[in-house]
């Protein structure tokens, strides 16, 4: 019998990834390839079709591919473009579904990687009942995903859910985007370590942490100082999940959703980043949302959701 | 010719106003009565059918009711009660159309307030080709409607857009609901005089303001005003747009909405409100969004809006 499959394509500045996805989200191969291999963007999508079908050629059943789906930084759904990404070698406004489409006949859509998160975690992850959820990436940044009524909210240009560059506070920790005060300066892999930096300078308490340089710092090392019972790395995560809970908690104002997924680097600290980030979520609720608003692991947190996510973009079509 | 039309019903905590409108925005008679008039909600309901009986009475062509929409506080869409509302008679959970449905066998719907001028807004407002846009009413308190790929956001528990909610600063003004920091108590009818008041205490400057205490003061004192350059009212203006202006920049890193539509009290004083607010919109947006984003006074501003919005929402259904 023919399998119906779709391929997902995550476009990092690094790395591009790709695989071959069912419905059910079972991946049945998977690879990836430089994405910085080919100076012209034509090169680079004659790169990813012999890469396609290279991955189609490693699966041993009857195979239909019904649609490409792609999550890629600053990426416009509605024109299926890349614009102006800093992270990527191509400038300006890129047709990137027009040209991939002079290659294949099929469907094929794109859009940011937290978008395609959350369509992931609504089609084969932890919000498959749901109608109203925000999926919250805690990477290099923070990125958002937000479902409403079944859908993906995409607004009016293609650039609703950027709720890492909310504004929290006044003259605040400068962002990548030049701004001060943005919560992805405060809560994302990237954040925690500036707060981690930020109390060192503060507190006098010993901590293995200050053996780290900047560079040197990365998530995994401060989730086990603060198993280990470092006051440093406590206090970083409490400081975290404070933000974090407090902002979620007006993000509830806004959509209110039935559910927060966390998912990303930070997110797999686990209970040192849920559970302050509930507390505070929980106490700054208005009275009407108290108890109704769940903080929840994203369920593709050990799978490869970024090409999972991407993948999805194509069921979610198909079942409109 | 039979013509097709909608009953509104705008219930608040003192009159209850309804009107028959058509599918464009024609109001053909309206009325108000008490909301407190009757002790039961039975004996309510009995006198809304014989306003709405006497209304119908008074229009001298042929009509079909096509449903009734009603706005209200506290109002639950999917459930179509009223639940919890301090400022009506009726405690606990009150089963609206359900009730109201045993006395008309219509489509029946309800919302709060400004999701109804949401609604309205884009039935027969100045969001008529959008698909994201927002409506923030400045009343009493600040209300919010919130449009993404044409449909109100109602969220999971029909508690969506709460926007008058959202806490701004830590350790701030006071709210109804016994909060700190919410935006409406700065941003509203109620807000701009509270600030008016802090001005009075924190500046020396002569002020015609001086002049009336706290329960005297209204809106249009102040734009009065500030039109003859009274320094304090133009102050007030001034930090309430600029409040304004840098939350609704947050606001749109949420959905992207294509514009937000400014109504109630506090909008009808035109420039002064808006000039402030679309400037620090402006200077707050995110790179991307700059140049983006509109603000622009709600097409409901010289209409019975609260009617008009409720009916809308039976034209909404109908052409879903």
Redesign the interface.
Known sequence: MLKKVAIGVDIGGTLTKLGIVDREGNLYAHMDFSTTMHKGFGDYLDELKNQIEGLRSQIDFEHEVMGIGVGAPNANYYRGTIE?AANLLWKGIVPFTDELKTRYDLPIYITNDANAAAIGEMIYGNAAD???FMVITLGTGLGSG?V??G?L???????????G???IVDNGRLTG?G?RGGLEAYVSSTGIKRTVFYLLSDMMDDSVLRDYSYNELHGEIITKAAEDGDPIAKAAFEMTGKILG?QL???T??????AFFLLGGLAKAGKWIFDPTRKHLEE?L????KG??KLLPSGMMKKNAAVLGAAALVWNHLQE
Chains 1, 2 share one sequence.
């Not at 104002?253 to 039935?258: C, D, Q, R, Y």
């Not at 208005?286 to 949302?289: E, K």
Request: proline share 5%.
């Open positions: 102006h749901m109608k109203d937000i409403s009524n859908q909210i995409y607004g009016y240009d293609s650039q609703a859910g950027e709720l560059h909310v504004k985007l701004i407090e908690a007006n993000f104002a806004f959509s209110h959703p039935e700054n208005l009275p009407f949302y109704k608003v």
